[in-house]
């Protein structure tokens, strides 16, 4: 039975999203108010005034495009009014699980707990006091918990999963729409409701018709050019490692990963972690950096192209960018903690744990005038995404200011010289 109107939220990206009154109660409870005081891109901020945006809105516009995925003939047909209800819910309490300032907190619950932002998220949904709310208003928590971070795994419906956590989800839908629009970074326009239109389901995974093949390259396009303008900006990410260390200093005081109930990490927020943080003897110096203005700079960066060893290291061992850590640091002369080797699959990363050219095993497929549909690889049927595969590879190196000039010479003599191919700028 289809749950009671209550009424509409006025959104500035997608306009006026209409909810039921279950779904009013959810938004009502702590976890989901909660997100109001996290903000969805911490240390962007410092490059772009009008990013200060949370966590809170962007929820309110996933529950509104996986309405919209769910309502696609070619879904809707496959699934009940119940489970189209709770893709919306689903997808409304997908990012509860986040800590303070997004995704800087990442690198803590990893290295000291094990768990990302989507364990805590349906831990939270599952065992903390929303799940009463949950249950109340006619859904199983386990199975939204589940669902929220796309791993339900119904028998024959995988597409119900990938509609919030895949290649071309709901959720990325709306982060890079909203998140462009809040830095003014608009590097292209993402008709959203074209892909969400052309989403089919073949076997039991969603795919994108062919018909909209331009709307999905600009989707990839979009991300890309979001992850080096917005999330890997330089200045973004130099204001998000000197929080996620000023975070490091500070757990053993604070206790940051001690929480042992939902309740209380979800106590939690932007607001008390950086009140605790300029309190804290040991990260309080960092915090007046931040609210001067007194940034990290990037003393070298360079994108590499190359299948490498030592290359694929950089990017994917801690211990090995520690390594070369330290090395800098003898060769400059500085001290090791002065240097910060950066690169995109770091965990305080937005988005590090979705390599971006993943989005080229979306299936995609064509449909005969008989009904017969033929499925492609992306990558084989568009140059575009064929020529953008694996250029993700950036390399920088931060320290403080007075320490720069040394620092870039001491990386450039331990990795090479900048091939003037290799630099990026914006």
Not at 4 to 25: L, T
Not at 188 to 209: N, Q, S, T, W, Y
Request: glycine content about 6%; proline content about 3%; hydrophobic content about 40%.
């Amino acid at each position: 039975m289809p749950k009671a109107y209550w009424g509409e939220i006025k959104d500035p990206v997608h306009g006026y999203v209409y909810i039921n009154e279950s779904e009013k109660e959810i938004i009502d409870s702590y976890p989901m108010q909660r997100l109001r005081r996290l903000r969805q891109l911490a240390g962007s901020e410092y490059v772009y005034p009008g990013a200060n945006h949370t966590r809170f809105e962007h929820c309110i516009g996933v529950m509104y495009l996986a309405g919209k995925a769910v309502e696609n003939p070619n879904i809707s047909r496959r699934v009940s009014d119940e489970e189209c209800d709770m893709a919306r819910v689903a997808a409304l309490l997908h990012d509860v699980g986040h800590g303070p300032f997004s995704h800087v907190f990442e690198q803590l619950l990893i290295r000291d707990l094990e768990q990302t932002h989507e364990d805590i998220t349906s831990w939270i949904i599952e065992k903390g006091e929303v799940s009463d709310t949950i249950a109340k208003v006619g859904y199983k928590p386990e199975e939204v918990g589940k669902l929220a971070v796309g791993k339900l795994h119904k028998s024959g419906k995988a597409f119900l999963d990938q509609i919030i956590s895949s290649a071309v989800d709901v959720d990325k839908q709306d982060f890079i729409v909203r998140d462009t629009f809040h830095t003014g970074a608009e590097y292209g326009f993402i008709d959203v409701f074209r892909l969400i239109h052309a989403l089919d389901v073949l076997g039991e995974d969603l795919a994108v018709e062919l018909g909209a093949l331009s709307a999905l390259e600009a989707f990839i396009i979009a991300r890309i050019e979001s992850f080096k303008s917005i999330y890997f900006h330089r200045v973004g990410r130099a204001a998000q490692i000197m929080l996620a260390m000023a975070m490091e200093k500070a757990d053993k005081e604070l206790g940051l990963t001690a929480f042992k109930t939902p309740e209380e990490y979800l106590e939690m927020d932007d607001y008390t972690v950086w009140a605790a943080l300029k309190k804290c003897e040991q990260s309080k110096g960092i915090i007046d950096d931040l609210e001067h203005r007194r940034m990290l700079k990037c003393a070298y960066e360079r994108t590499f192209y190359e299948k490498d060893t030592m290359v694929s290291n950089i990017f994917g061992h801690e211990a090995y960018r520690q390594q070369m850590q330290k090395e800098i640091a003898k060769e400059a002369g500085v001290e090791t903690e002065a240097v910060v080797i950066d690169v995109p699959t770091v965990p305080s990363v937005p988005y590090h744990h979705a390599v971006l050219m993943e989005a080229m095993e979306i299936p995609v497929f064509s449909r005969s005038q008989t009904g017969k549909k033929t499925t492609y690889r992306l990558s084989d049927i568009s140059k575009i995404i064929e020529n953008l595969k694996g250029f993700i590879n950036i390399l920088r190196v931060y320290t403080n200011a007075a320490d720069r000039e040394k620092v870039e010479r001491a990386t450039a003599k331990i990795l090479g010289r900048i091939p003037t191919t290799a630099k990026i700028s914006y």
